[in-house]
């Protein structure tokens, strides 16, 4: 069951006010790692993990820092162990990826991961060929939802483009990871999600991460 697909139908305002209320009851702390590891959420939403930092334009309260991903001026170079971006990074313009990359490159300490979901065109193009060439089926997938400000997909990437982009930033051994594989690949979130279309369920994502 794609849990988080049916979270995503109620709108971003209501999931706000939610979690607004939820806070008043519920205090968001910054997550407490025994090893004194950073590890950073990129564009989390409504996506929350124990151990990690939320960062996000979104202005509700289990924001830790409401900034936009591609600036992290809050944090040093070399100071963070995990960067998680999970369909964020095709929310930038193409052209502007690889400065994304080089930010998120400059604050990871060496040896440091960075672990992305993007939409695979690769995948989004089976389902494309297998449904009759019907663009309706991975268009929302394809440009995203577009029902809020930042919910706009402005390109779109596969697994050799990702490598020779994470490659030109620096990066080393890049290869793919799985879901709920460890306690820090445990993400509700479209790293999972399996589209359904026509009584299938067809998987789009691709995940993939890198070593500084």
Not at 36 to 49: A, K, S, T
Not at 124 to 150: A, C, F, R, S, V
Not at 190 to 200: A, I, L, N, P
Request: net charge neutral; proline share 5%.
């Amino acid at each position: 069951m794609n849990i988080s697909f049916y979270k995503n139908l109620i709108p971003v305002s209501l999931r706000v006010k939610y979690a607004n209320i939820k806070s008043k009851f519920l205090p968001f702390n910054l997550p407490s790692v025994e090893t004194g590891e950073i590890n950073l959420h990129l564009g989390c939403g409504f996506v929350i993990h124990p151990k990690f930092i939320n960062v996000d334009l979104l202005a509700a309260p289990h924001i830790h820092y409401q900034i936009s991903i591609d600036k992290l001026s809050p944090f040093e170079d070399n100071s963070v162990n995990l960067i998680y971006a999970s369909h964020c990074l095709e929310h930038f313009p193409h052209a502007k990826v690889p400065k994304v990359l080089s930010e998120w490159f400059r604050v990871l300490k060496k040896g440091g991961i960075l672990r992305l979901s993007v939409p695979d065109f690769d995948l989004l193009l089976n389902i494309y060929n297998k449904n009759g060439n019907n663009i309706d089926t991975i268009l929302g997938i394809l440009m995203g939802g577009q029902d809020y400000e930042h919910n706009f997909h402005m390109t779109t990437f596969t697994n050799s483009s990702v490598e020779k982009l994470l490659k030109r930033t620096g990066f080393q051994e890049i290869r793919q990871w799985q879901p709920n594989s460890c306690e820090m690949t445990t993400f509700d979130d479209y790293s999972v999600y399996q589209h359904f279309v026509r009584g299938k369920y067809y998987p789009v994502s691709l995940n993939i991460e890198a070593v500084k």
